[in-house]
């Protein structure tokens, strides 16, 4: 049996392209780089596991999100997605591809430990 290793991608929302060594100080739009990089994990894995009969709504279930750590589910396209799991301020989001289960994780000043995601495919109606 073939394994396929777990893959993932982060974006941040604070700038990364600076380097102390170099002393670079040109943002070249790291966060819309990081995007595509998601983005192109999250359609490799509609293509590979979505199910025949899915209309392209997935649901995310979330724990720990702010500083109340509250959990709580969401319906919403797929395209929606990477919104979904904004939030105002600055924050890291890491979405890991691990044999066909799709999860983030944020991290934030609020989040220390990190809020975690599972996003599963559904044909539930979106409630967003
Ligand atoms: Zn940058």
Not at 50 to 78: F, H, L, T
Not at 105 to 127: L, Q
Request: glycine content about 10%.
């Amino acid at each position: 049996m073939k394994t396929i290793a777990a893959e993932s991608y982060g974006i941040s929302t604070e700038c990364h392209c600076y380097d102390d060594d170099s002393g670079y100080e040109w943002c070249g739009g790291c966060y819309e780089d990081d995007k595509r990089e998601v983005l192109i994990l999250i359609e490799r894995w509609v293509n590979n596991y979505a199910p025949e009969s899915w209309e392209g709504n997935v649901a995310i279930d979330a724990k720990g999100m702010g500083w109340q750590r509250v959990s709580g589910r969401a319906i919403v396209d797929m395209t929606d997605i990477l919104p979904a799991l904004r939030i105002n301020g600055d924050y890291r989001l890491v979405v890991t591809l691990d044999g066909g289960e799709l999860s983030a994780v944020r991290s934030s000043h609020d989040e220390p430990c990190g809020a975690s995601f599972r996003i599963t495919f559904t044909n539930e109606e979106s409630n967003q």
